[in-house]
């Protein structure tokens, strides 16, 4: 909780760091890889930093937990911290390198805001940061004692032995881990981590949701090859649909993500779009397994239905489960397509069961609409679970 003179301090000034906080960060990234050039090189995505996205997310989180503490001082934003730090537990972020940030952060605000940071204004806002990032410390404490690794050393050395192309720009890898132990438990929705050395030296970073369910003889990651024209951009999927075959090793953290299901016993809607499906197969396979017997309806858009990944798994699956319907769009179907699903996906005639926990997991646009479309059917805005691949954009545009 913030302190009361703080909370005065921070609530007046709100305004005028908001403004200004997308310069903040900007000025802070500058300063932090000029100091650390390692974290730019093999912690942080340059395809992130070289758009902006990272910047954005990073100005939205803290503008997001600042509001929080005035506007809501009882409460704390338990499901925003825990998307952050599930994140941060992939790569390995230590509790030493907030400090780092807090560093830069710090003289990035001086900067932008000049005399306006008075000892006051100062001491308040470091309050906000510490109160997130102690925050941070001790749910990424948590989660690497759950997996038994430590912070900074969740890398492990897995085996590539198969490789599915499943579209021209889209493979499945199975995986194993190299020294022949059991691969560690997940639950599904959860991703792991890839690390991927590439041409000039740099580790880079990417997550990958698990494909596959638990329990599953492999664990599978699905990886769309990004197209983009910043040179950054998909370097890390280009790379490994260019280079990796079985036989191949690559470093793969524990798994870690929040979008997991809360419940099995209320009715469930999947809904995805492009890549975003790799998420909800797992789930879908987890339930199949498990004989599940509940409401599942299953949604997906895409481009096509040659450019829907895994798109005969998801009829499987989906047509396993005794309750269950899957209702795809396509912007450019085949013949015979329904034109009622045509294009972007619509929820207008759709009939979504009273009590029904969604989740979604897609582009950003795709996510907004879907949530739009649920909130006016009744959904609460609780039961509206999502996962974002790269930085939480959401926050920043909210």
Known sequence: MLSEPSTVTVRATLPAVGAAIGDIADLFYRKLFDAHPELSRDLFNRGNQAS???RRALAGSIAAFA???????????????????????????????????????????????????????AA???EVYWLMANALIAIEERLYAQRGVLAGD?????EVVSRTEETPDVATFGLRPADGSPAPGFRPGQYVSVRCELSDGARQIRQYSLSSAPGSPLRAITVKRVRGEGVPDGEVSHRLHARVRPGDR????????????????????????????????????????????GPVTVVHGDRSPDDHALRTAHTVLTGELPEASAHFWYENPGPGHPANRTGLVDLTGLAVASGTHAYLCG??????????????KGVPAADIHYEVFGPDLWL???
């Open 52 to 54: 902006g996205a990272q």
């Open 363 to 376: 582009p950003l646009p795709f996510m907004r609409s879907v949530r739009t479309q649920l909130l006016a």
């Open 67 to 121: 509001a929080q503490l005035v506007g809501h001082p009882d409460t704390r934003p338990d499901v925003m911290l825990g998307r952050i730090a599930n994140k941060h537990a992939s790569l390995g972020v230590t509790a030493a390198q907030y400090d780092v940030v807090h560093t830069h952060l710090f003289a990035a605000i001086a900067e932008v805001l000049g005399d306006a940071v008075t000892p006051e204004v």
């Open 154 to 158: 969740v890398w492990r050395d897995w």
């Open 124 to 126: 308040a806002w470091d």
């Open 250 to 293: 690559l470093q793969v953290s524990a798994p870690y993500g929040d979008l997991v299901l809360k419940s099995d016993r209320a009715p469930l809607l999947l809904a995805s779009a492009g890549i975003g499906c790799t998420p909800m197969l797992s789930v879908l396979e987890h339930l199949a397994n498990g004989g599940h017997r």
């Open 396 to 398: 920043a545009e909210d």
